[in-house]
């Protein structure tokens, strides 16, 4: 079973930055796509972004700029750093994990929130 970890949540001012991690436990890491999506209470989880098992990186294209994906198949974590952030960045922001079987793990989610 795949366990994902998600930490660095937290409260922070508008214009600051934060970076997210999520630790994943098990052999799946290395060959998954891992992504960020996040959710407001009511409304429906949004994705953020994925970076593949080569690398290869994808934004939603309102982020693009502000937010960066990054990994470390070494310690099988992945990262969000997010810059300048804004109220509205306010979320759970959620790990996951697509496996190569189509297969998803997530994680539990981790409490950003930014005051203006």
């Known amino acids: 079973q795949v366990q994902l970890v998600e930490s660095g949540g937290g409260l922070v001012q508008a214009g600051g930055s934060l970076r997210l991690s999520c630790a994943a436990s098990?052999?799946?890491?290395?060959?998954?796509?891992m992504s960020w999506y996040r959710q407001v209470p009511g409304k429906q989880r949004e994705f953020v972004a994925q970076?593949?098992?080569?690398?290869?990186?994808h934004y939603v294209d309102s982020l693009k700029g502000r937010f960066t994906i990054s990994r470390d198949n070494a310690k099988n974590t992945v990262y969000l750093q997010m810059n300048s952030l804004k109220p509205e960045d306010t979320a759970v922001y959620y790990c996951a994990a697509l496996r190569p079987t189509g297969y998803t793990d997530w994680g539990q989610g981790t409490q950003v929130t930014v005051s203006s």
């Open positions: 970076i593949t098992s080569g690398g290869k990186t």
């Open positions: 098990g052999s799946i890491f290395s060959t998954s796509a």
